[in-house]
């Protein structure tokens, strides 16, 4: 169904103009020989065989063009094109001390991505790629990539994900570990930062599902992005302007520091902190990135609640 022979050339076509394609297209040249979009079509129609109800394809931007003709094969062949689905992806340019790399493919000059795995790491490399939409431009900086500094994206968040484990280390050094969930307990969560970020933990399953919905991963590194920003802009606010620290400082716990000290408010923070902390992981986890409990950089700096 769909195939004609057209006298004269000795190939066999397609009739996709009929079906939603600008023209018709080859399946078989004169010599014999299979053209890409025949053996394209019956790898699609194989993967239905074999009982996939949804086929999604992830092309180059400068192959839409594909995709009428290959909704015309599953419909030539009783299938609801619906069932196609073709994520198109724009250019990534490599960047590096702010020069483009330079590729061709004409001259065979390129750069893989098991060169860009290898040079920066599988963290940001992962992480940096599903910074934008598939279908944005993305500027991928390999010298940015290899900064252990909190201008690097990834390590921002690692770096965050390290601070909150190292907090709940200190509880425990103090002999406090993370107490139960109590709806009474959380209701000493009263400052605008912690409810604001309660509120953006009970969106991640939401946030979740939706970026599933849409293809949209990077709708996953914003939401980590944003939790991590707002932990830590609430960390710094806390020490430096509030006064007011998740443990007692080390000035604070001579004697039976617990008599003098609000233990509900640190109890309440501490199972916020380690939501936050479970939150983190997971997502990071989704995305094959590391979440290290431990920061070289983070201990070599002055951490004000062990002082």
Not at 98 to 107: D, E, H
Not at 281 to 297: C, D, F, I, Q, W
């Amino acid at each position: 169904k769909g195939l004609r022979a057209r006298l004269g050339d000795g190939a066999l076509w397609f009739k996709s103009a009929e079906l939603g394609d600008d023209k018709d297209r080859i399946l078989v040249k004169r010599d014999g020989e299979l053209t890409y979009f025949a053996t394209d079509a019956a790898y699609h129609l194989d993967k239905i065989a074999r009982g996939f109800d949804r086929l999604i394809d992830v092309w180059g931007a400068d192959h839409h063009g594909y995709i009428p003709r290959m909704r015309a094969a599953l419909k030539a062949f009783g299938h609801d094109e619906s069932r196609l689905e073709v994520l198109l992806i724009q250019i990534v340019r490599l960047v590096r001390k702010g020069k483009p790399v330079k590729m061709s493919k004409r001259a065979g000059e390129f750069v893989t991505l098991r060169e860009v795995f290898e040079e920066v790491g599988k963290d940001a490399c992962r992480f940096l790629f599903l910074l934008r939409r598939h279908d944005s431009h993305l500027d991928f900086d390999l010298e940015l990539a290899k900064q252990k500094t909190l201008d690097n994206p990834v390590y921002y968040v690692q770096y965050g994900h390290a601070r909150l484990c190292s907090i709940l280390a200190r509880a425990r050094e103090l002999g406090e570990g993370v107490p139960r969930f109590e709806p009474k307990l959380l209701a000493r969560l009263d400052l605008p930062e912690e409810l604001a970020i309660v509120r953006l933990l009970a969106s991640y399953p939401d946030t979740l599902l939706d970026a599933a919905d849409a293809r949209e991963p990077h709708r996953i590194v914003y939401y980590l992005t944003e939790l991590g920003q707002a932990f830590q802009s609430y960390y710094t606010q806390l020490w430096k302007v509030r006064r007011d620290p998740i443990l007692p400082l080390k000035s604070a716990r001579a004697g039976d520091w617990r008599r003098s000290w609000d233990l509900d408010k640190m109890r309440a923070r501490l199972v916020w902190v380690d939501a936050i902390r479970q939150v983190t992981r997971l997502v990071l986890n989704l995305l094959g990135v590391s979440a290290p409990e431990r920061m070289a950089e983070l201990g070599s700096e002055q951490e004000e609640e062990s002082t």
